[in-house]
């Protein structure tokens, strides 16, 4: 079963412009999360995808693989199927450029939960800090009593009428079989992804389940120059 980790990258982004390659200590964002792909165990084939020559160059100074794919995507996963389209891969992991975190450890938990079970798409998720829960950057999802998604949002699920204390954040990793990929592609978004600005809603608008992966790995995406500064300040103090 071949497996492929793809990367998209764009250096457009509303809230933080060129944040994939902006420096974190000592590397470009992008070659953190490059470097954390390349650990994993499970996959066969590892690329960057981006639209903009000023990635493309940083990361062929690092000695990454990468590729041009231009257009006009919705979404990361529209731009994973477009380069897929001609692909013969079984699964396709779409890890967001802004994990800078990720390691091969996670990954193949995450390719293990999908692969074993033949699930058609699979993500990760991880318990929300209190101070996340009602930070819309900071996507919560609800699953069922089988780990599946029911929703994600982000807003505040559930609202706690009672107490609750057991709120999940989702963590922007992707895996989906091929057919499940290219079939999501051809749907183009949906009112809910719309709404809440979020590709995984066209899947769960469109019926297809999602599995979730627990991770109690700290993990944290970088959307903000505050989460920028977060970031810079755990690894100050993870690295001593």
Sequence with gaps: MSVAILIPARFSSSRFEGKVIHPIKDKPMIQWVYEGAKETKLADYIAVLTDDKRVYDVVKSFGGN???????????????????????????????????LIDGETLD???????????????????????EVDDPNV??????KN????????????FNRNP?????KHIGVYIYSRKTLLLLNS????????AEGLEQLRALQSGIRI???????????VDTRED?????????ERDG
């Excluded at 996507?139 to 069922?144: E, N, W």
């Excluded at 609750?164 to 999940?168: E, R, S, V």
């Excluded at 749907?187 to 719309?194: A, R, S, W």
């Design 66 to 100: 990468v590729f041009m794919v231009k257009g006009s995507f919705a979404s990361g996963s529209d731009r994973v199927a477009s380069f897929c389209k001609d692909k013969d891969f079984d699964y396709v992991l779409n890890l967001q450029a802004d994990e800078p």
């Design 109 to 131: 938990l995450l390719i293990k939960c999908a692969t074993e079970t033949k699930e058609q798409m699979a993500t990760l998720v991880s318990y929300c800090a209190p101070q």
């Design 139 to 144: 996507v919560k999802v609800v699953v069922d």
């Design 147 to 158: 780990g599946y998604a029911m929703y994600f949002s982000r807003s505040r699920i559930p």
């Design 164 to 168: 609750f204390n057991g709120y999940l």
């Design 187 to 194: 749907l183009g978004p949906t009112e809910l992804e719309l």
């Design 211 to 221: 599995k979730t992966c627990f991770t109690n790995k700290f993990l944290l995406g």
């Design 228 to 236: 920028l500064e977060r970031l810079i300040s755990y690894l100050g």
